[in-house]
C-alpha cells in the first residue's frame, strides 16, 4: 500500500507508518463493526445502519496519520488523476462539490442497504468514493476500508484472515483501477455506473481471504 505523495514524511520511514496506520484501521473497523451490531442489530442479518461521513473522515485520519498535514478534512482544492507517464484519466468533481456528491452517495445507501448484498453494497461504496475523491490523498485506501467496513456490517462479522480484501485489492491494482473505469464510463454515459466488475473482484477477494483463513486454521 505504499504511496510517495505524502506531507509530513516520505521515503521508508513513510512506508512503515502507511503500515501501522493500515494495521490501526483495521482493528478500528471491527470496532466499527462491534459498536453497531450491539446499537443497530438488523431483524435479518448484519446491522440496521451503514457507516456515515463521521466514519469515513476517522478512516481517512487514521490511515493518513502523521502522513498528511490535515487527516480527516475533506480536500479545498482539485486534484487530477494520473498515471505514471503523466497521463490525466479522471477529473474529480471540485472541492466545493464533494459534500453535495457525499449527501446523495450516502442518500442512495440509506435507500438501498437492506436490498444491497454485502458485495454489491461494497462495490458502490469503493466506486463512489474513489469518484467523489473527497480528500487530498490517502482516497483510495480510505474507500477500501470503507468498502470492507461496509461489507463486514452487512454480513454482521468482520472476516478472518490475516490478509484481508483491502489489502488484496491492492495486491490487484491492475484489475481493481480497471474495473474503477468501467464504472466511471458507464456512469458518465448513463448516470449509472457498471458495478460488475468490481462485484468480481470483491466476491474473488472476499472468498479468497476466507479460505486462506480456513487453511491457516484446520
Given at each position: ?172 491494482d491492475d484489475e481493481y483501477q480497471t474495473a474503477l473505469r468501467k464504472a466511471d464510463a458507464k456512469y458518465k ?30
Open positions: 500500500m505504499k504511496d510517495d505523495n505524502w506531507e509530513m514524511i516520505t521515503g521508508q520511514t513513510a512506508h512503515r507508518i502507511e503500515i501501522l496506520n493500515y494495521l490501526s484501521q483495521i482493528n478500528q473497523i471491527e470496532a466499527m463493526v462491534i459498536f453497531s451490531l450491539h446499537h443497530y442489530p438488523s431483524t435479518d442479518h448484519g446491522t440496521s445502519r451503514h457507516l456515515n461521513e463521521v466514519s469515513l473522515k476517522e478512516l481517512h485520519r487514521t490511515g493518513t496519520f502523521l502522513l498528511l498535514a490535515k487527516p480527516g478534512h475533506f480536500r479545498e482544492t482539485g486534484v487530477e488523476l494520473q498515471l505514471v507517464d503523466g497521463t490525466v484519466i479522471y477529473n474529480p468533481p471540485p472541492p466545493n462539490e464533494v459534500e453535495k456528491y457525499l449527501k446523495e452517495f450516502f442518500g442512495i445507501l440509506s435507500a438501498k442497504w437492506t436490498e444491497f448484498s454485502p458485495v454489491t453494497a461494497g462495490a458502490f461504496t469503493l466506486w463512489f468514493i474513489n469518484w467523489v475523491h473527497p480528500f487530498k490523498n490517502g482516497n483510495g485506501r480510505s474507500a477500501r476500508a470503507f468498502c470492507y467496513a461496509t461489507m463486514a456490517m452487512r454480513m454482521g462479522y468482520v472476516p478472518p484472515g490475516e490478509q484481508t480484501v483491502p489489502e488484496l485489492i491492492k495486491n490487484n454515459a448513463s448516470g449509472k455506473p457498471d458495478l460488475s466488475a468490481l462485484e468480481s473482484l470483491l466476491d474473488r477477494l472476499l472468498a479468497q481471504q476466507l479460505e486462506a483463513a480456513l487453511a491457516s486454521n484446520p
